[in-house]
């Protein structure tokens, strides 16, 4: 079933800014690259990168759970790995996450941000390469159809902002609701 891309996103760190893309190279099987490929844990959450498994993202801090992730804006250089965070009314943030002191530091400066919001110590997780801190343990790529926004929008009777949904594909073309029968197909 033909679609156009209308937008594509990442969200380099899971749960923080989504960011554009003109495009992207994809293979069968695997990940949209540098997306959540960072999270941060909001106390333990029993991750192991030498085992890794889907964790549920009430245990990283992540809009859904923490609204004040909203005030905090990030952007990530692909080529050095280094993040720039910044939040009204605190200093901008500026380091490579791939680092295990600047990781800290970026957990600090969350924590400051974020304050008595947050459950636990923070932590920042790298996500080996065959992994990432999708919301779903069988995710790779995230397609949203704008068609079933448009339609739930209608049977709700207000707008759905696309970006709410956090996902990488936004597609134009097909029918309300046909990404229904696509979930795990390759190459359908």
Do not use: C
């Not at 995230?142 to 009777?157: K, P, V």
């Amino acid at each position: 079933m033909a679609a156009s891309v209308q937008s594509i996103w990442r969200h380099p760190i899971k749960g923080f800014t989504p960011e554009p893309l003109d495009q992207v190279s994809l293979e069968v099987g695997g990940r949209l690259p540098f997306d959540r490929l960072f999270a941060v844990e909001d106390g333990p959450s029993g991750f192991d990168p030498a085992a890794p498994r889907h964790i549920a993202k009430q245990r990283f801090t992540v809009l859904a759970k923490i609204p004040a992730v909203a005030r905090i804006r990030t952007a990530l250089d692909d080529a050095t790995r280094r993040l720039t965070a910044t939040a009204p009314g605190h200093p901008a943030f500026e380091g490579d996450l791939t680092d295990a002191v600047q990781g800290e530091a970026f957990a600090a400066w969350l924590g400051a941000v974020l304050g008595d919001q947050v459950s636990g110590p923070l932590k920042l997780l790298q996500a080996p390469p065959a992994h990432r801190f999708m919301d779903d343990d069988q995710g790779y790529v995230s397609i949203i159809n704008l068609a079933s926004l448009e339609a739930l929008a209608e049977a709700m009777g207000q707008p759905v902002d696309p970006l709410r949904l956090r996902g990488n594909l936004y597609v134009r073309d097909w029918p309300a609701w046909a990404e229904a029968g696509l979930a795990g197909a390759a190459g359908g």
